[in-house]
């Protein structure tokens, strides 16, 4: 025999949280939503910031990018400070994760440096409002305390890099009169400058870049 339930009784409360399985399901899909407007403006910042810079993007531009007034942009960050550390910190987050991998997996320092290239010119699309802030805004946010990561950051790369180029060069794979930070640095800027002029929908895309700049760096231009 099955019993239905009246129209006028409630649903049973959840005995740990007092709350009803609707009420879940209610506040789950407000959380959801608040996470994906949270994404939505992250999204449009991002691309305000690599268009305008950062200092140049107020939060009346990315509130009226988006459609809302300034003050409910407060409801979802802060601060403008705040849109930017979650957008270079996704970055680095990326960056850092790909690069030991990368050293993880092995192979002769020819090998992982070219795996090297190949992540950085896999983030110009993906990262590129980063790369832009950090080269146009890095002097001016390095000044707050709590953007100290960037060079704890380009600090770790570095030393991932340099430990590569000088293990070439006591293998005999790489030439000994080079200077291993200053040609990581070389490197650096001449892949991060790309996303300047890189168009994705041109005639190469950025894993056919990375090839073309490993064959050029490694092989050189010479016959």
């Not at 910031?49 to 140049?56: I, L, P, S, T």
């Not at 960050?77 to 850092?96: C, G, H, M, R, W």
């Not at 005639?203 to 010479?222: Q, W």
């Amino acid at each position: 025999m099955t019993t239905t339930r009246k129209d006028n009784e409630r649903p049973r409360a959840d005995a740990r949280t007092g709350t009803s399985g609707g009420a879940r399901r209610r506040a789950k899909g407000s959380s959801t939503l608040a996470s994906e407007r949270r994404e939505h403006l992250v999204r449009l910042a991002a691309e305000l910031f690599a268009e305008k810079g950062y200092q140049a993007t107020t939060v009346r531009n990315i509130a009226d990018e988006a459609g809302i007034l300034s003050g409910s942009l407060y409801h979802h960050f802060d601060s403008k400070e705040s849109i930017v550390d979650e957008i270079l910190t996704s970055f680095f987050d990326e960056l850092a994760t790909a690069n030991h991998a990368a050293l993880a997996k092995g192979g002769d320092p020819r090998e992982v440096l070219s795996e090297l290239v190949r992540i950085c010119f896999g983030t110009l699309v993906p990262h590129r409002a980063a790369i832009m802030v950090l080269q146009n805004d890095w002097n001016y946010l390095k000044q707050f305390d709590r953007f100290d990561y960037l060079a704890k950051a380009e600090a770790e790369t570095e030393r991932l890099w340099v430990g590569q180029i000088e293990r070439g060069q006591e293998t005999g794979l790489f030439r000994e009169d080079i200077d291993p930070k200053l040609t990581y640095r070389m490197i650096r800027d001449t892949i991060w400058v790309t996303v300047r002029w890189f168009q994705p929908e041109g005639r190469l895309d950025a894993a056919g870049l990375a090839d073309h700049y490993i064959k050029v760096l490694f092989d050189g231009i010479s016959r």
